[in-house]
């Protein structure tokens, strides 16, 4: 039940919506209350807000799981790369909770009871894991911060100056807070959650009252004296155009972060121009800043360039070029997890694996133009590990206070290049990326596809054509005996040969024992006297040589008569015995149908084969000319890690 009392200073009504706030501030004087049951005493005035461009306000409604909540605070908390806001939050159940809201990214987390002992602040480093709360927790930012402002209904006191010591964990899509502000710490568990997902209304652009604008600072820089714009509160950063230094907008005095550009220093010209504005992906977003990185490996620098885009509802995206290859790149919200205990391991998020691509241990930027919402400067460092799964990529950047993992996707150049109206033509890409699409993926899946489509229609023809050819039928079998010195010519019985047989095949086995024998076969169409000739030779040697054995030759053969036409036929044997050798020979004559032969069949698969076998082949050489990038480069055969 809401308690209402009146502000001691102004005379204002005061409403506590929720029991567990013994803190508001006045909304006409700011005064901060305190709650002694029906009395509210004062205890000092609250600093003002720092204007943001936050779409969310005090009274702003929503409604997470089903369950409708509200708005009725908010802290606002200051530390080295920005402001992010913590906004109190009042649900139907009389749950309260608190949505972070920083950089666009929003998180919903709980007051949570944990009866671990919390590790020391001082004892965690980023990356680092532990369990906690019957979870694995992966240290991702640890932050040294002050509370600067606050408003509405809080369950604490806040005030300008207050420390607030806080360690940020990751466990997949879960999210914790370790609040070291408080003794004992507080632990806050919860998940990150997306704008349109908590269906929020009654937001700033709708108030019915003018909505405050925020004035653009305009100044010129301190190192050459060229004008320099920072649209809101949230730009803590901006880099000169004309000279490359790097203001600090937060200062009243515009501190310079970082020196302008030495005369020898290259300065890179962005592709996309400082507000360009385009859509991507159907979102609008304008380029607000531009800046290049660079790396060193085995003695060679490698740099490529990062643009800051503004989206909609104070959302980020960023774009990446390198060697004219671009990827859209999104920060995740919920980043895979164990994230950080093996890099060069695989890594799966979202039910897809990645594997490892390069880790750079020191990624240094080094020129800044435009606006961006931390303290970035020239000669700041990072380490990136990459992960590829084409066409997306993950990357792990971290310091020693904060880790981050985003996700970029591919995109071609003339997509950018409409995307943002361009009158020129982009680059053509130089070389192959990390996660540059296969252009062999697609097209090997197709003829894959078309090849098994006609073997398995060759399949189905090969076997039509063996059934209806009715082969391997025997039609006759006669034994023959050959004699000596001189043998006349014999004649076989009599078979028939249906429409179906085309080819006849005729089988002699005999019992040569180290000899030989010439068979001259004619076949013979009883009816029309057709005939066709066939002389064989069979010669079978075998015996000992020095303890081992040997032979040569065959007591078998065969012989195929091809295109015969159905009818009533014989054979006649006209045989040749050795001289050397005059001995009888025993011989056994099969005559069988020839079925469908499998040499055209065999021929049609291999040519077939030809042309899964050329993409794969090209496939292959793409990803090998690929993975000749990354820390885990195909090695030649004839390489050798030892010197001579």
Known sequence: MAITASCPSCGAPVVFQSASSVFAVCAYCSSTLVRHDQNLEDIGKMAALVEDRSPLQLGTEGSYKGVHFALIGRVQIKYEQGIWNEWHLLFDDMRTGWLSEAGGEYVLTFAQFVPDALPPLDALKIGQRFVLASQTWTVSNIAQAECIAGQGELPFKVGAGYPVAAVDLRN??????????????????????????LRLSNLRQGMGSPEKTVAAQVFRCPSCGSPMTARSPEILAVGCVACGAVVDTADRNYQVLSKALGSRDEKYVPRLALGSQGKLDGRPVEVIGFLVKQCVSAGIFY????????????????????????????????????????????????????????TTPSAEVIQVAGEFTWRVRRGECNRVVDYVAPPLLLSRESTDSDLNWSQGVYVEPAEIAAAFALKNALPEPIGIFANQPNPWEETHRRVCRLFWRLAVLAVVAQALFMLLAGGGKLLLRQDFDFGAPAVDELQSREFVIDARVRRLKV???????????????????????????????LAYYYGNDGGESWSEGNRQDEVVFPDIPPGTYYLTVDPDLAPEKPVPVHDRMEVMSVGAGWSNFVLLLIFLAIFPIFTRLRHAAFEVRRWAESDHAPVAADDSGDDD
Do not use: C
Not at 176 to 182: G, I, M, P, Q, V
Not at 310 to 334: I, K
């Open 507 to 537: 089988r002699n086995t005999t019992s040569l024992d180290n000899n030989w024998i010439g068979l001259n076969l004619t076949l013979v169409d009883k009816n029309s006297g057709n005939a066709w000739p066939a002389s064989r030779e």
């Open 172 to 197: 997949g899509a879960n999210f914790a807070t370790l609040d070291y502000s408080e003794t004992p710490p507080l632990m806050f568990i919860g998940e990150a959650v997306e704008f349109a997902a």
């Open 303 to 358: 740099d490529w360039r990062e643009y800051l885009l503004a989206g909609e509802n104070g959302t980020y995206r960023w774009l990446t070029e390198y060697n004219g290859h671009w990827n859209v790149a999104d920060v995740l919200s919920s980043p895979p997890t164990g994230s950080g205990a093996m890099e060069l391991t695989d890594v799966r998020w979202n039910g897809q694996s990645f594997r490892h691509f390069t």
